[in-house]
């Protein structure tokens, strides 16, 4: 139970999350639903906005999880015991999370990589699916420079699968191709097709010059009428 100043706390964490989110990108796309029900949501590590992308995607959807953290990572940032994790080192508590319906949200990669193939999993990840009875949910993203000064994220969440090692693997690096196709071929300057904006994040330069230079397009157009014979 949190006592009144740690609940305030976590709200302005959350808050935080959010904002950092929205205001280093352009925005949030998604492919696929979040789960609707206890799962391990298992990704790929390949981007240091990894840890704010999900949960603040979790908190805006008001769907209960945990994401498994490191116990150093806990040591470093201790306040963030208190925003929805469970350190790597107490299995029980995440298995205690999926058995009150929560999604357990696991990197099986184990650290941060570079962005492109997938990393070693650890079996950890169907190991706590099996303990527990629930599915495994794959989950690929990106982030990514494309057509504007912001870097865009993108996910995409896969459809539940059995608890094994190999099928995960299979899922998740059929996943990261097909997205890094889309990322390659589409258009620049617009969003991957298929994706649903999930949060906005900041306008490039060049599109708020162009807001501008229609809005001032529109004055000039209205003055030059009033003025007409």
Request: glycine letters at 12%; aromatic letters at 8%; hydrophobic letters at 45%.
């Amino acid at each position: 139970m949190m006592r009144p100043w740690e609940r305030l706390l976590s709200v302005a964490f959350k808050a935080l999350f959010r904002r950092t989110v929205q205001r280093g990108l352009r925005g949030v796309w998604v492919r696929g639903a979040l789960p609707g029900q206890a799962c391990v949501l298992a990704g790929n590590h390949h981007s240091w906005w990894d840890g704010y992308l999900l949960p603040v995607l979790f908190w805006g959807g008001g769907r209960p999880f945990k994401i498994v953290v490191g116990e150093r990572r806990l040591q470093e940032f201790a306040f963030f015991r208190r925003l929805d994790t469970v350190s790597a080192s107490k299995p029980r508590e995440a298995l205690a999370a999926l058995g009150r319906g929560e999604v357990l949200i696991v990197f099986p990669e184990g650290e941060l990589r570079p962005p492109g193939p997938l990393g070693g999993l650890n079996r950890g990840v169907v190991w706590f699916a099996e303990r527990a009875g629930v599915p495994v949910v794959p989950v690929a993203s990106r982030v990514v420079l494309r057509g504007h000064e912001l870097a865009e994220a993108y996910l995409v969440f896969g459809a539940p699968i059995e608890p094994d090692l190999r099928l995960l693997r299979e899922q998740l690096e059929r996943m990261l191709a097909e997205l890094d196709d889309q990322i390659r071929t589409a258009p620049a300057e617009e969003p991957l097709p298929g994706f649903e904006l999930r949060l906005d994040g900041r306008k490039s330069t060049h599109e708020r010059m162009a807001a501008w230079g229609a809005a001032l397009g529109k004055l000039i157009g209205l003055a030059a009428r009033k003025g007409a014979p």
